[in-house]
């Protein structure tokens, strides 16, 4: 990643925004999260951070860390539900797939900010097209301001046939939705 990226990144965690990450199988999604997560420790060491995931890739070293997995009987909808009871400072979310994506931004929203989630979509945009289509599987309503308020910066991150392999593709600030579309601030 360049400089700018990398600062863009580090001022989001410092600043509790939230993060989405989004790229295809193998880009590196939850490398770059790992990562995230160590920086959100090493920012805020006394943060609770509230892991959930349904397979186990995420690591951290946090001191307050609850990690939490869904199996076939308890979901990530159910999970997100419940972390709410568990005092979180952020939500990291491994990777959303479906309707949960709403109760997720939905905590973010609500007193629970500076989280990071993944996602599988192309490039940052699609990322945000993405979390409409799994919303509306649970909702006849869009909630695009929603995204556009809950969401404060996509990182898109794409493989590469060049050593190491994968790279940050763009780095885009969200400042919400009017006027039927997103407002982006900058691109890095």
């Known amino acids: 990643m360049s400089a700018p990226q990398r600062a863009?990144?580090?001022r989001a965690v410092s600043g509790r925004q939230?993060?989405?990450v989004v790229g295809g199988t193998g880009a590196g999604k939850t490398t770059l999260t790992n990562a995230i997560i160590d920086r959100m420790a090493e920012a805020t060491p006394d943060h609770r951070l509230v892991i959930i995931?349904?397979?186990a890739e995420i690591?951290?070293?946090a001191p307050n860390a609850v990690?939490?997995?869904a199996t076939d009987t308890v979901d990530l909808q159910r999970l997100l539900k419940a972390?709410?009871?568990l005092r979180p400072d952020r939500i990291v979310v491994g990777e959303v797939r479906g309707g949960e994506a709403l109760t997720m931004l939905t905590a973010w929203n609500t007193g629970h900010p500076g989280g990071v989630c993944t996602v599988h979509a192309n490039h940052a945009r699609a990322g945000l097209t993405r979390i409409e289509q799994m919303i509306a599987e649970v909702s006849q309503t869009p909630m695009r301001a929603l995204i556009g308020e809950a969401i404060d910066l996509i990182v898109s991150v794409v493989r590469t046939d060049a050593t190491p392999g994968r790279r940050?593709?763009?780095v885009i600030a969200v400042e919400g939705f009017t006027d039927g579309d997103y407002r982006?601030?900058?691109e890095e």
């Open 53 to 55: 995931e349904d397979t």
């Open 8 to 10: 863009a990144i580090a």
């Open 18 to 20: 939230n993060i989405l």
């Open 168 to 170: 940050i593709h763009e």
């Open 59 to 61: 690591q951290c070293a």
């Open 67 to 69: 990690i939490m997995r």
């Open 184 to 186: 982006f601030a900058n």
């Open 83 to 85: 972390t709410l009871c």
